[in-house]
């Protein structure tokens, strides 16, 4: 019987799985991974609110910026956790980067756009901007 081939599950399932699953090892030692911060976008009171979740990121290591409709979360995470106790010694570092882009509607005021963080946790407001209703005209009807 030509062209049996076997098949595998794990190895379909592997094709899946990102290369570089352990990420990359930092100059100091510590292991670098790209991940991406839970989101939740709302829309409230004539504005949009987006909730990002950064626990253990640092403020001065994020950045919140606006380009071409869409907003733009960007950032490093950078964790050093030690432990000694009674003959033994436990070390662990978490390095990482993340960016997320999420598109903002064209009701959008870009110039009122501010983000501030408390307890971890990122919130972005979105002022819509203001709805005028169109004018109404009248427009006559040509005969003949």
Same mark, same amino acid.
Do not use: Q
């Given at each position: 019987?030509?062209?049996?081939?076997?098949?595998?599950?794990? *190895?379909?399932?592997? #094709?899946?799985?990102?290369?570089?699953?352990?990420? +990359?090892?930092?100059?100091?030692?510590? %292991?670098?991974? !790209?991940?991406?911060?839970?989101?939740? %976008?709302?829309?409230?009171?004539?504005?949009?609110?987006?909730?990002?979740?950064?626990?253990?990121? *640092?403020?001065?290591?994020?950045?919140? #910026?606006?380009r *071409?409709? *869409?907003? @733009?979360?960007?950032?490093?995470?950078?964790?050093?956790?030690k432990? !000694?106790?009674?003959?033994?010694? @436990? #070390? !662990? +570092?978490?390095f990482?980067?993340?960016?997320?882009?999420?598109?903002?509607?064209?009701? %959008?005021?870009?110039?009122?756009?501010?983000?501030?963080?408390?307890?971890?946790?990122?919130?972005?407001?979105?002022?819509?901007l203001?709805?005028?209703?169109?004018? #109404?005209?009248?427009?006559?009807?040509?005969?003949?």
């Amino acid at each position: 019987m030509p062209g049996l081939i076997k098949w595998s599950p794990f *190895d379909e399932l592997a #094709s899946f799985w990102p290369r570089d699953l352990f990420g +990359r090892v930092a100059p100091n030692g510590g %292991v670098t991974v !790209e991940w991406s911060p839970r989101c939740d %976008v709302t829309e409230k009171d004539g504005e949009i609110v987006v909730h990002a979740e950064l626990p253990g990121v *640092d403020p001065k290591d994020m950045e919140v #910026s606006i380009r *071409d409709g *869409d907003l @733009y979360l960007r950032g490093e995470k950078r964790t050093e956790k030690k432990e !000694e106790g009674k003959g033994r010694k @436990y #070390s !662990e +570092r978490f390095f990482g980067s993340f960016e997320r882009t999420i598109a903002i509607p064209a009701n %959008v005021d870009e110039t009122k756009i501010e983000a501030k963080l408390k307890d971890g946790v990122l919130e972005v407001h979105m002022p819509k901007l203001a709805v005028t209703a169109p004018a #109404s005209k009248k427009i006559e009807i040509a005969v003949g």
